[in-house]
């Protein structure tokens, strides 16, 4: 029997309609706060009908007004193999692990890792991450397959995997090299043949790696200032190498974008004193050594000796995966903080919007608003050189009508912006956005709970973002209610009068991940919201992506002992949402300590493309080569066996 959810029994606690309930709600939060001036209005009401509710009460009272459902598949259990599992009636399979090589003249994959720094610099990288599918004259049967490959496990200083039968020590120039290779980006040219199998074509010219060493170049209104110049680069304008690339983004004029997230692991100093400025410890650059190791070879990752190198990372790169020789931009208009990844939407005046989080602890969400408008078939180059950054500021709604809100942008403008006006830190407007982090600190932006991938309804221009845990946070609000927050939530905006440029928006917590299994009283807030139960259960949510029919896809990068608060919730996984029913099922598990992240499709959307990343990361897998080998992370290609759409 269903017990009435708290969640539930605290929105549904009046006697009146459901629509009138909350559009009395939004009402008086408006008239609270002065939003109705605002223009957020009617529409808003609607969004915000039934937050956290509905699935429950679709299932209670077989509510037939309801759309039928987005999820045609049928959910699966949790695993803690290692191995792939995924619903009845798909099939999954490995595709370009880590070490594959990309030219006909690149060494061969060995089994131990043992190949050198020459070899890593031709195959594909390490730790998948996020990926997107750009196809050749939109064919679903060729395209180019562009994967981030975000870091390299290590601990302690010990790799872990990278250099397999060789160890870490001794520590040298051509293990960091090889360290450097591993990183990046890869562009793959891939085919499908006759029979259905996914191939790489060998020595296309595309075929390409971006790694922690390639040449690309400063753009925007930070490049060339003073705090981006270094011994190597007077210019301020050239950099080597993109680092820690995370989720991703792309453009509607086919150019990828990789974004830079834990970028202060790479830095630290072998000289024996801290001398970090307020600046570079907001950002978490090392005391001392990294686990990495690099300062001990290349003096620009020591901050001692190159104080603005860790400046030039951090930032949104982008690449032209259709111009093999094209120098990656870095595009310092979008903020440098700890990109997860970049989502963008065009407004309706065309101006491209990008929404970008910020993942750490206490960090903040932003949208970058161009300042040209996107022009199909035309020289969109520029675009993302000017505009303006903005970061949100979540308002609490009355403690009665917990888990909805409204919300605002602030610009991060030096001119516009009066608290950044006055601010001396800020010289000029290349500083606020070299010091992103410290610009949102002073205009009071909502701490998050580690805000990682956004996306955006593909219909309705909806904003969805996985907060994906925070176990440190000590003071509730309502975008972020549970204080030691362990198992994460994922919260929607919707911009006001669908105005994807607006600064002001309503939001709602769409779920709020938890554990019935372990919480088996619903009134604690770590059992979850409605729309969480026994079978679906699960902890941080990270990687986030729609399909073109609106089916929510949700990754995991969360705890996998699957003991304690995480009983009954096993390996890493993937489930879909169905984002008016709110209703979600498990769709895939990845193998033994791995992430689930990146998602994309072919433009038919009946093959869909993820990673898993970092198998076996505490030591604990062979996946996906079996024996004794050492695990790699790799992408997976999932179909549906009679050819449909993927999740139908
Ligand atoms: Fe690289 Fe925040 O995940
Ligand atoms: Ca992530
Ligand atoms: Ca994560």
Same mark, same amino acid.
């Given at each position: ?39 957020? +209005? ?59 090589? @990309? ?116 753009? =925007? ?58 600046? #570079? ?53 979008? +903020? ?38 996107? #022009? ?56 606020? @956005? ?79 991940? =938890? ?28 990687? @986030? ?70 198998? =076996? ?32």
């Amino acid at each position: 029997m269903h017990k009435i959810h708290p969640l539930d029994s605290e929105d549904l606690a009046t006697n009146t309609s459901e629509n009138e309930h909350f559009q009395s709600i939004v009402q008086r939060a408006h008239s609270r706060r002065g939003f109705l001036k605002s223009g957020v +209005g009617l529409s808003a009401a609607l969004f915000l009908a039934g937050p956290l509710a509905a699935y429950a009460k679709t299932q209670d009272k077989g509510d037939t007004a309801q759309p039928p459902s987005l999820l045609g598949f049928q959910a699966i259990p949790i695993s803690t193999d290692d191995t792939i599992s995924v619903a009845a009636g798909y099939s999954a399979s490995v595709f370009a692990p880590w070490g594959t090589p @990309l030219f006909t003249d690149a060494t061969s994959w060995k089994s131990d890792a043992s190949d050198d720094a020459a070899a890593q610099a031709r195959q594909v990288g390490d730790n998948h991450d996020g990926i997107h599918f750009f196809p050749i004259n939109n064919s679903n049967n060729e395209g180019l397959l562009v994967i981030n490959h975000e870091y390299t496990t290590v601990e302690d200083g010990d790799y872990t995997w990278l250099f397999g039968a060789n160890g870490t020590l001794p520590w040298t120039a051509d293990k960091t090299a090889k360290a450097m290779n591993a990183h990046g980006v890869s562009v793959i040219h891939i085919v499908r043949s006759q029979t259905g199998t996914w191939e790489i074509k060998l020595d296309s010219k595309y075929n390409r790696r971006i790694t922690a060493s390639t040449e690309m170049m400063l753009t =925007g209104p930070a490049a060339g200032n003073d705090l981006m110049k270094t011994r190597a680069d007077s210019s301020g304008t050239r950099v080597l190498g993109t680092l820690n690339n995370c989720g991703n983004g792309w453009t509607p004029w086919n150019t990828y974008l990789a974004c830079e997230e834990n970028f202060n692991t790479y830095f630290g100093t072998t000289s024996g004193t801290d001398t970090r400025n307020a600046a #570079q410890k907001r950002y978490g650059l090392a005391a001392a050594s990294t686990n990495y190791r690099w300062e001990e070879f290349i003096d620009r990752f020591d901050y001692v000796k190159e104080p603005n190198e860790s400046n030039r990372f951090g930032w949104i790169v982008e690449i032209d995966p259709f111009n093999p020789t094209s120098t990656p931009k870095k595009r310092t208009a979008l +903020g440098r903080i700890k990109h997860e990844n970049a989502a963008y939407t065009l407004a309706s005046d065309q101006r491209i919007v990008i929404y970008m989080g910020d993942d750490q602890r206490d960090d903040y969400i932003y949208k970058f608003v161009s300042e040209g408008i996107y #022009q199909e078939g035309g020289d969109n180059s520029a675009l993302l050189d000017a505009g303006t950054l903005y970061v949100a500021k979540f308002n609490d709604g009355p403690t009665s009508e917990a888990y909805v809100g409204t919300g605002e942008w602030i610009a991060l403008d030096k001119t516009a912006n009066a608290i950044l006006a006055a601010d001396a830190r800020f010289t000029n407007q290349a500083e606020v @956005l070299i010091h992103t982090r410290l610009a949102a600190d002073a205009v009071g932006a909502t701490k998050m709970d580690r805000p990682e991938w956004v996306s955006v309804h593909p219909n309705n221009g909806d904003v969805y973002v996985t907060l994906t845990n925070n176990d440190k946070r000590t003071i509730a609000d309502a975008a972020n209610p549970r204080t030691a927050n362990i198992y994460g939530q994922i919260l929607r905006w919707r911009e006001a009068q669908g105005d994807a440029t607006a600064t002001a928006f309503e939001w709602d917590i769409f779920v709020l991940a =938890g554990n019935p299994v372990k919480h088996t009283d619903r009134s604690n807030l770590k059992s979850g919201s409605a729309n969480i139960t026994v079978d679906n259960t699960f902890n941080s949510p990270d990687g @986030l992506g729609f399909d073109k029919d609106g089916r929510l896809w949700i990754q995991t990068d969360g705890k996998y002992n699957n003991t304690g608060d995480y009983e009954g919730q096993g390996n890493n996984q993937m489930l879909c949402a169905d984002p008016v029913s709110k209703e979600i099922r498990r769709f895939f598990v990845g193998p033994k300590e791995c992430e689930v992240t990146g998602i994309t499709f072919t433009p038919d959307s009946k093959t869909m493309f993820i990673n898993i990343q970092h198998p =076996g990361e505490a030591g604990n897998s062979h996946w996906p080569d079996g024996g004794k080998s050492v695990p790699r992370s790799a992408t997976i290609i999932i179909t549906k066996d009679d050819g449909g759409v993927i999740g139908s």
